[in-house]
């Protein structure tokens, strides 16, 4: 059983006989596997059936290390609280010839594939050839679109013969990546096509051009029919307005999920997505090896406020504003529109990337989820200027009306405390306080304020 919400705290003499007796402590508020290696967290959703909360995640049940990539599968009546879905057996694992080289990020939706109530359906990405990375020429077909059904709520999934219901990326598009399926309904986008319907995007790049999304039109009543739409981003490579506030777009987008966040007088569409093929942050370049610590992974996670067009080629996304979504480790972040509550919820993978593989392996896991987060939409009045930086020069915020910009802060049950992070450097995971201090907006003039939560 897990939970979460902050990490276990011990005195230092503590850990050290701990690690001298052979055991190693556990993190107690945060989502992991039994054992083994996590990465992505997969499919958050609610099953208003049975009123419970899921959430899968990338699982490696052989090992510490990335590799035999299968799901893991929690469950939660308040999001606080979890518990191992199917005790320590995977819900999905490599086990076809789609996916024998993994099951890899996917998503989740909350009827069966022909729309009908009683089942789930997750999607998720089917690795039928490895290696793949937008460093090398990726191969045709390497990754597929597939699914798997339950009808007991989630105990148990079924993967139906017609897997993979798409075998690989767009026909005629040389891609640096396609993978990490979302879906979910959007209604600026049906406005700007004029029909009604559901989208999906799978996440990666095209080859010399940049990132992006690539965009799908699902019927609610055909969920195995992915219509190819458009690339719905056009950004040239290490897109970044400012090298200081927006971070880089890189090469190569994972995870990517679309959102509509409301304001008080207004509501914008977002996107949430990881970016590969970027310039490294300065703190990390600066720092000294560490043997036996793998070299970083070079990506950010990012947000992205657009305006839904359609253009000669079909629907897009045009960049309005954007910024970094967190500083330090968290990364593949994936929300979910709870329905009870009526937030935005978002988790990310908290890799371990300062600790030496060997430990890893001896203790027996190796990273883990974020805390939750709510992700809102900030709109901000009479802001007239900052400590440091000119407003025209950062660029995200939006200055049409009121300023908006993407803030989260750590999502709580109606028992908890919970506490706000806007824009702060090393912001992946906070303490628990009553009342928090805040800088409003990073260094934007607004004065301290004192929230009461």
């Not at 209604?187 to 999304?213: A, F, H, Q, W």
């Not at 200081?244 to 304001?263: H, I, K, P, R, Y």
């Not at 657009?306 to 045009?318: A, E, N, R, S, Y």
């Not at 009479?382 to 950062?394: A, H, K, R, Y």
Request: overall charge negative.
């Amino acid at each position: 059983m897990g939970s979460v919400g902050g990490v276990l705290a011990e005195p230092y003499n503590s850990l050290v006989q701990s690690a001298k007796n052979g055991w190693h402590l556990r993190p107690k508020f945060h989502i992991l596997p039994p054992y083994g290696w996590i990465n992505d967290p997969c499919a958050p959703s609610y099953d208003p059936a049975t009123r419970l909360y899921h959430l899968f995640y990338q699982w490696n049940p052989k090992g510490s290390i990335w590799g035999n990539m299968s799901w893991g599968h929690s469950t939660s009546r308040d999001l606080i609280h979890w518990e191992y879905e199917g005790g320590i057996r995977p819900a999905l694992k490599q086990d076809t010839d789609y996916d024998k080289d993994g099951v890899f990020t996917g998503c989740f939706h909350p009827t069966g594939p022909a729309g009908e109530d009683g089942k789930l359906t997750v999607f998720y990405t089917s690795v039928a050839h490895l290696p793949f990375h937008w460093t090398i020429p990726y191969p045709r077909n390497a990754a597929g679109l597939a699914v798997a059904v339950s009808e007991d709520g989630g105990k148990t999934w079924i993967k139906p013969e017609c897997n993979p219901i798409l075998r690989g990326e767009p026909q005629g598009v040389q891609v640096t990546g396609w993978r990490d399926p979302s879906l979910s309904a959007w209604e600026e986008m049906d406005r700007v096509r004029g029909e009604k319907s559901l989208y999906g995007v799978v996440n990666g790049g095209i080859k010399d051009c940049g990132p992006t999304s690539f965009l799908y039109a699902v019927k609610p009543d055909n969920l195995l029919d992915w219509r190819y739409l458009e690339p719905l981003l056009d950004l040239p490579r290490n897109f970044g307005p400012s090298k200081w506030w927006c971070g880089d777009w890189g090469v190569n987008l994972e995870c990517t999920n679309f959102m509509s966040l409301a304001g008080t007088n207004s509501s914008r569409n977002f996107l949430i997505t990881g970016a590969e093929g970027d310039r490294e942050k300065d703190w990390v370049k600066s720092a000294p090896p560490v043997s036996d610590v793998p070299s970083r992974d070079v990506r950010w996670s990012l947000w992205m406020s657009g305006t839904p067009v359609m253009t000669d080629h079909g629907p897009q996304l045009k960049h309005d504003f954007g910024g970094i979504l967190d500083h330090g480790i968290f990364y593949a972040a994936s929300s979910l529109e709870d329905p009870v509550s009526q937030r935005r919820v978002v988790w990310g993978w908290l890799p371990e990337e300062d600790c030496p593989e060997s430990h890893c392996v001896q203790r027996r896991f190796n990273g883990c989820l974020s805390v939750p987060r709510e992700l809102f939409l900030q709109e901000l009045s009479g802001v007239v200027d900052t400590l440091c930086t000119p407003l025209s020069e950062i660029p995200l915020i939006n200055f049409a009306n009121d300023r908006f910009a993407l803030a989260t802060r750590v999502y709580t049950s109606d028992q908890g405390a919970t506490c706000i992070s806007l824009f702060a450097e090393g912001d992946e995971e906070a303490a628990l306080f009553e009342k928090v201090e805040v800088w409003e907006m990073g260094d934007i003039g607004l004065g301290k304020e004192v929230l009461d939560i």
